[in-house]
């Protein structure tokens, strides 16, 4: 009876190997395959090369269990350094557009002070009376 149980245990995880594999070569997007299909062209390619996975030496070892672990311990320690990295790369990227921020700034605070300074002229006027 043992010898039995054990080959219908291994067809049924077997058809269950079976069934997900032509599951995933019929759909092989996440996306439903009407919506992926309604897509422009340019979005679509775009979305088959993010999904692509890499298959490069450093992806492969990135995907190693004691790599990930470190990855996940070092995060405290990387994430100030990488925080400090993205906020100069903004700034410095930010440079050739400041001049026209700087002056957009100071006219949007020009009008605030003149509203508030109209409306206070107007408010002790009206007091004076």
Same mark, same amino acid.
């Given at each position: ?19 997900? !594999?032509? *599951? ?11 919506? /992926? ?6 979005? $679509?390619?775009?979305? *088959?090369?993010? &999904?692509?996975?890499?298959? !490069? /030496? ?36 930010? /440079? ?6 700087? $002056?957009?700034?100071?006219? *949007?605070? &020009? *009008?605030?002070? !003149? ?6 002229? $107007?408010?002790? /006027? &009206?007091?004076? $009376?």
């Amino acid at each position: 009876m043992k010898k039995k149980k054990v080959p219908e245990n291994n067809r049924v995880e077997t058809s269950k190997e079976e069934v997900l !594999g032509d *599951q995933l070569n019929q759909n092989p997007w996440p996306l439903e395959k009407s919506i /992926f299909e309604s897509l422009p062209p340019r979005l $679509r390619k775009a979305l *088959q090369e993010a &999904c692509k996975e890499p298959n !490069g /030496f450093y992806a492969q070892f990135s995907k190693l269990f004691p790599i990930r672990v470190i990855s996940y311990l070092m995060l405290p320690y990387t994430l100030p350094v990488e925080s400090a990295y993205s906020a100069a790369l903004r700034l410095v990227n930010w /440079f050739p557009d400041m001049p026209a921020d700087v $002056r957009w700034m100071q006219e *949007q605070l &020009c *009008q605030i002070a !003149g509203t508030v300074y109209s409306q206070a002229k $107007r408010r002790l /006027f &009206c007091m004076s $009376r």
